[in-house]
């Protein structure tokens, strides 16, 4: 078992071509207003027209084959009194105009914008950002996705819409002067937090979810109307009004509405459901932290959001059909999850064996009882109550049972149970041998954030996929007995090498920590400067920082430059070994604004990793 190993999805799941990812972060509206099915004959069109043909999702850079045929016939849903917004697929004409069935023309608006990652501006920021798993902001641009507004007149409700001779189909949603509902009072009294009130300031800069606030009752400040104007189109008919940014407002406002319509047909449906929906979409959660308790939220991203809204929608006037899309969304929900948030960072005093802590999180609105116990231990588990929407950190009793003689492996998986629910996480229960050539430092795995964390997976570094398919090349290393040069031993006689991808634009940092958790023996920081403020040459620098003292530099520390990365050398401390032969550290890597770690995942407010534990005597 390696201690870096987190069961990540595949790979091939993470990685998308880019235009697919463009459609991935368009995904929540293309799914709400191209919903599949619509029922009834059209009547003749007002004026037959000669239109061009219109290929299916052209302007996202989709092929036909990757998106559905039955898109273009999917109903458009527009609430009463909002405008229509939607891709210009949808509604694309020679004359740039739409028609009723009574023959009234309607002028259609082009709009582009460009979906990009929101970056951070300051630290508060960049720790919700990744807790978020990332934000989209929406803006408009002279490049991107190419969008149509239709201004429909108040009277055309309940009318036909054409595009040339194609009738689209158009559901109109009426009744929504209902109000967004609000979550529970426990959690309008967690959405006080100002970490929270972050959160969800940062989402409202994505009309998808920018109605998460009032579910809630926080109020979100907009940005000032001085703010740096839209650059103009180059060509200038492209876009009607290019410093129009108030159409992400109107698209806001468009998902805003739809939300009222889908969530009052549930609660007329069943008020009990409703109400569990809701709380899952404004779903905010205790946790321990150093220094105490820390709220955060746990509530579904837009492409699951988007998921329960289609549903919701489409069977909004089929109460009992409404209801069971209810139950089905509910059940995909996690009700609990789980994480190891330490390897070896405490020993277990009377045999110096790790002793594993385990994070257990109750997603239900219920108190229920939790256990974590390894799959081999024969003593039964230790139950712990556990407050609904609350998290804890659980030990685990230390392996006790003597290593198979014949060397055969051994099951050090922790059985995790909360009420109904359970999972098997692997742990590190033994110190690992380190034999020749060397023990390798597995992959290291991004900051905890929402959809993997309460799925009780982890990430690896990628690519974002929206710039290419490459990923990330992984920090390769390993720990090995070194002589040092001319045969000389260095400190320890212990070194860990690194080889680090090169930075193009950013900083880098590679930490180690050494010793037990929160009370780190020595602590060695190099630092990789980016590639253009140095010489081709030039060299990065690595220090050691001891209890009680200052940083110092890392006497026969090497941090040198090759074409494509850092091979880095960074000598052990005395200080760090600790008998019989033990270390115990953890890998933290810097890259922008990504933080990765190993032998486990942190959250992101996480100021210190947990730790593995080597064994050196065995080499």
């Not at 290929?55 to 092929?63: E, H, K, S, Y």
């Not at 070896?344 to 109750?362: D, M, Y």
Request: aromatic share 6%.
């Amino acid at each position: 078992m390696h201690p870096g190993h987190h069961n990540p999805p595949s790979r091939s799941s993470l990685v998308r071509p880019a235009s697919l990812a463009h459609a991935a972060s368009f995904g929540a509206l293309l799914g709400v207003l191209s919903l599949a099915g619509c029922s009834g004959s059209p009547p003749a069109p007002p004026k037959p027209a000669t239109e061009p043909a219109i290929v299916p999702f052209a302007d996202l850079g989709i092929t036909p084959a990757s998106a559905s045929d039955a898109s273009q016939d999917a109903p458009l849903y527009v609430p009463f009194g909002k405008p229509l917004i939607t891709t210009s697929a949808r509604l694309a004409t020679a004359q740039r105009q739409a028609k009723l069935d009574d023959g009234r023309s309607i002028e259609l608006i082009a709009h582009r914008v460009r979906i990009i990652p929101l970056a951070p501006t300051s630290a508060s920021e960049s720790v919700a950002l990744r807790w978020l798993g990332g934000v989209a902001r929406w803006t408009e641009s002279d490049s991107g996705i190419d969008l149509v507004e239709a201004r429909l007149p108040v009277d055309a409700f309940g009318h036909w819409l054409w595009s040339g001779e194609r009738r689209v189909p158009v559901e109109w949603l009426s009744g929504e002067d209902d109000p967004l509902p609000r979550a529970a009072p426990d959690l309008l009294r967690r959405a006080s937090d100002p970490f929270v009130r972050e959160c969800l300031r940062l989402e409202s800069v994505d009309p998808r979810l920018a109605w998460r606030a009032a579910l809630l009752n926080v109020s979100i400040t907009k940005p000032s109307p001085d703010a740096p104007p839209i650059p103009f189109a180059t060509t200038p008919n492209l876009i009607e009004s290019p410093r129009d940014a108030a159409v992400i407002d109107r698209l806001a406002q468009q998902f805003a509405a739809l939300w009222r319509v889908a969530l009052a047909s549930l609660r007329r449906s069943d008020a009990d459901l409703h109400r569990q929906v809701v709380d899952q979409l404004t779903l905010v959660l205790e946790l321990d932290a150093p220094g105490g308790k820390r709220l955060v939220p746990a509530w579904p991203g837009p492409d699951r959001c988007g998921t329960l809204l289609d549903a919701l929608l489409r069977d909004r006037n089929e109460p009992r059909r409404l209801a069971a899309a209810a139950r089905e969304w509910l059940r995909t929900r996690p009700a609990a999850c789980a994480w190891v948030a330490d390897d070896a960072g405490i020993l277990e005093s009377s045999t110096s064996a790790p002793l594993v802590r385990i994070g257990v999180a109750n997603l239900q609105a219920a108190r229920t009882l939790v256990s974590a116990r390894g799959v081999i231990d024969l003593a039964g588990p230790e139950l712990t109550p556990l407050e609904p929407r609350s998290a804890a950190v659980l030990p685990v009793a230390p392996l006790l049972i003597a290593p198979p003689a014949d060397g055969a492996p051994e099951q050090w998986g922790i059985d995790i149970r909360c009420g109904d629910w359970s999972a098997v996480l692997p742990a590190q229960r033994r110190h690992f041998p380190v034999l020749p050539p060397g023990r390798s430092i597995g992959e290291l795995a991004l900051d905890h954030s929402i959809e993997p964390w309460s799925r009780s997976q982890s990430l690896v570094p990628l690519a974002n996929p929206l710039e290419s398919r490459r990923e990330l090349p992984a920090l390769a290393g390993r720990v090995v007995r070194d002589a040092g040069p001319g045969g000389v031993g260095i400190g320890s006689g212990w070194s860990l090498y690194l080889e680090v991808e090169r930075g193009t634009g950013e900083r880098q940092t590679i930490r180690v920590w050494f010793g037990p958790f929160a009370s780190p023996s020595a602590v060695v920081t190099a630092e990789l400067p980016e590639i253009t403020s140095i010489p081709e040459s030039g060299e990065g620098t690595a220090t050691v920082r001891l209890p009680g003292r200052g940083d110092a530099a890392l006497i026969g520390a090497r941090v040198v430059p090759s074409a494509d990365r850092w091979t880095i050398r960074l000598p052990v401390p005395n200080s760090a070994i600790e008998r019989p032969g033990r270390l115990r550290l953890a890998v933290e890597h810097l890259r922008g604004d990504a933080r990765s770690t190993w032998p486990r995942a942190q959250f992101p407010w996480q100021t210190e990793p947990g730790r593995a534990s080597l064994d050196l005597s065995t080499w």
